[in-house]
């Protein structure tokens, strides 16, 4: 597992933009549609991921395959069914605190 994204649901894209790019002077790492921008955290380690969902924040690590993962990892709790995401699958899971965390593939990315 690789921590990839911390994702952060936002209610207006538009509006949270100059916050992420202009005050804490990120730079855009990519764009899907009008929905999703990711902007990249200082020394690339990582992006941050706006996006129009109603799903709550988390980080979201990348795995080779979220299926065996899923497989693997069968007394955590999924909160988020498995649904298609450009190039693969994600899924969210709950962990301590209530909190969630996403995890996901991307093979044919």
């Given at each position: 597992m690789r921590l990839t994204f911390l994702y952060q649901p936002v209610t207006d894209l538009e509006a949270a933009l100059?916050?992420?790019?202009d005050?804490?002077?990120?730079?855009?790492?990519?764009?899907?549609?009008?929905?999703?921008?990711?902007?990249?955290?200082?020394g690339r380690v990582a992006q941050?991921?706006?996006?129009?969902?109603?799903?709550?924040?988390?980080?979201?690590?990348l795995v080779d395959d979220l299926?065996?993962?899923?497989?693997?990892?069968?007394?955590?709790e999924t909160v988020i069914?498995?649904?298609?995401i450009p190039g693969g699958a994600v899924a969210g899971f709950a962990a301590p605190g209530g909190n969630v965390f996403y995890v996901f593939d991307q093979p044919t990315a």
């Open positions: 100059p916050f992420y790019r005050e804490l002077g990120w730079d855009e790492a990519w764009r899907e549609g009008e929905e999703t921008v990711a902007f990249w955290l200082p941050v991921m706006l996006s129009y969902t109603d799903q709550p924040a988390g980080p979201m690590y299926r065996a993962w899923i497989a693997g990892h069968s007394d955590v069914p498995m649904y298609d």
